[in-house]
């Protein structure tokens, strides 16, 4: 894990390198917990060789966590589905992910009781990922993520 000191923001506040996370439910890692691994800033040298993401280039580890074998399912069925062909875990490039400032939640002070829970299964995850936002943003941003998902995830 590289700290490069670098304070990047997310959808509830600051973001820093070791910060654990929830991703939305929505776009190629929904509703996963990992932990931010590095950060660069936008425009830097080492987010601009990585990603043609406008903001900063927040790396996340998608591997941390005791994820149940129900989980696992379904997150093979997830990049089966987004790479056309069936995918297992072990496949799955989960340990370096660059993922974007707008689509990470701060879960770095919620408790282990509730990320473990993120861990076990889709529906828990959803549940825990929608708790949190409408403790922290504006129900419109929720009403948006329901649009954005075909009105899968609602309250």
Request: charged content about 30%.
């Amino acid at each position: 894990m590289m700290n490069n000191g670098y304070v990047s923001k997310c959808i509830n506040g600051d973001l820093r390198v070791g910060d654990d996370v929830l991703h939305l439910p929505v776009d190629d890692y929904p509703i996963m917990r990992g932990r931010v691994t590095e950060i660069y800033p936008a425009g830097s040298k080492e987010a601009t060789e990585t990603t043609d993401n406008p903001g900063d280039c927040i790396h996340v580890d998608y591997t941390v966590g005791l994820r149940t074998d129900e989980r696992i399912a379904e997150i093979e069925a997830v990049f089966s589905d987004l790479y056309n062909g069936p995918r297992i875990i072990e496949d799955i490039p989960l340990d370096d992910v660059i993922d974007s400032q707008d689509c990470l939640i701060r879960i770095s002070e919620r408790s282990d009781e509730e990320k473990n829970l993120i861990d076990q299964c889709e529906g828990c995850a959803v549940s825990t990922a929608f708790a949190i936002l409408t403790e922290l943003i504006a129900p419109e941003l929720i009403a948006e993520l329901d649009a954005q998902s075909g009105g899968s995830y609602k309250l």
